[in-house]
């Protein structure tokens, strides 16, 4: 493998959510906490995406025009990263309604629409409509998108829709969600690996089928990482936490198969709010995930 430097780029965004304030965790992560220092040199801040935008509620949904506008700004800014160097790019959120402009970005640069594999770490399957969510927010509704059933705005982002084929979409870690999402990737075929197939196959073979499904005719693959995935005993910092989560310690066996993997192009981690955090064990997680990831890469 080609020696990567890391470029990151934040999502400084929460109008996603119902609370807004994971728009402070990239922040945090760049100047409280100097992420970029504790990562070494080939670590940089490549962008900081973020906007101030009024709360608004209409039938479009929870602060509709700032989400498309957002996710829009980010898509472009990933794309022209991926496009003007070979760094590898990293997507610090702000809420999870970024990963409509992070994968539409990374497809579009890679000519990959339909073609690109996405392994989905989270506690919540993400993947309401407007009609099927109680909260109208956001960031439960990232995956219906890029599947390409929602507002065909954030369908088309830099380009025509879906992004992603059911097909090469797993997710995993899953304990927390509505019926009415749990059907819609049902009747998509979606690959879900529940919390409790991770406690019955072990996390280490359910990520090995994870890879092979997502490599598998596919231009390459990104890992989309919400920190309440992990138990909240190892990640306390995020507005919706979820107990009997992945244990960070398990989660380190596999991250050299899943970050140094040679057809991985992007990772995208979210929902980090610093103000839940405690004794930085959020931000230390993530901090540790980066770590393996510029070890893997360079």
Known sequence: MTPQNISLIGSAFGLGAKTHSTSKGPLYLCQDYALHKKLGDRCVWKDMVQRSFKENFDDKGCNFDAVLHHNKVLAQ???????????????????????????????????????????????????????????????????????????????????????????????????????????????HNVTVFYMEDVMRFGLDNVIAKALERVTKNTKGFG??????????????????PAPGGILFDKFKHVMPSLLGHSALKCLEITEFNPDLDVDHRTADLIMYILMGLTKARY
């Not at 890992?223 to 919706?240: E, K, L, M, N, R």
């Open 223 to 240: 890992i989309s990482i919400d920190v309440d995935a992990f138990d909240p005993s190892d990640a306390p910092g995020t507005g919706t």
């Open 77 to 187: 800014s990933v794309q022209s990263a991926l496009l003007q160097n070979d760094d590898f790019v990293t997507v610090l959120g702000g809420d999870h309604s970024c990963a409509m402009g992070t994968w539409s970005g990374v497809v579009e640069a890679l000519h990959a629409r339909e073609n690109f594999g996405l392994i989905w770490i989270d506690a919540h399957m993400d993947a309401h409509t407007l009609e099927s969510s109680p909260s109208k927010a956001y960031h439960g509704m990232p995956l219906s998108h890029l599947l390409g059933e929602g507002n065909p705005e954030l369908c088309t982002i830099l380009g025509p829709s879906p992004k992603i084929k059911p097909a090469h979409l797993v997710l995993i870690g899953i304990r927390s969600f509505e019926e009415a999402e749990k059907a819609f990737l049902k009747k």
